[in-house]
């Protein structure tokens, strides 16, 4: 699924128009982008956390002449799945808390 039919499919799951399911999601991404780059976290229950994690600088090597070069360190951002979407995923349902 590509970003259009993801607009198309939320605008008709919202009941709302295709128009303003594109600003809906362009907000929220343009919002978690913004939270993480800051090193905040966002976690959405049930769904998933997205966060900044630190890599390290390491060594690695060229494929093609197998020469070691040296890998700067640098902040990527992480996604963990939650546990509702880990079940869906796995096709199994998911246990309501009470």
Do not use: C, H, W, Y
């Amino acid at each position: 699924m590509n970003k259009t039919e993801l607009i198309e499919a939320t605008a008709a799951e919202a009941d709302i128009s295709k128009a303003a399911a594109g600003r809906a999601l362009d907000a929220i991404l343009a919002t978690v982008v913004k939270a993480v780059a800051k090193g905040d976290s966002v976690t959405l229950i049930g769904f998933g956390a997205f966060k900044s994690s630190k890599r390290a600088a390491r060594t690695g090597r060229n494929p093609q002449t197998g020469k070691e070069l040296k890998i700067a360190a640098t902040t990527v951002p992480r996604f963990t799945a939650g546990a509702g979407f880990k079940a869906a995923v796995a096709g199994k349902k998911v246990a309501k808390k009470k």
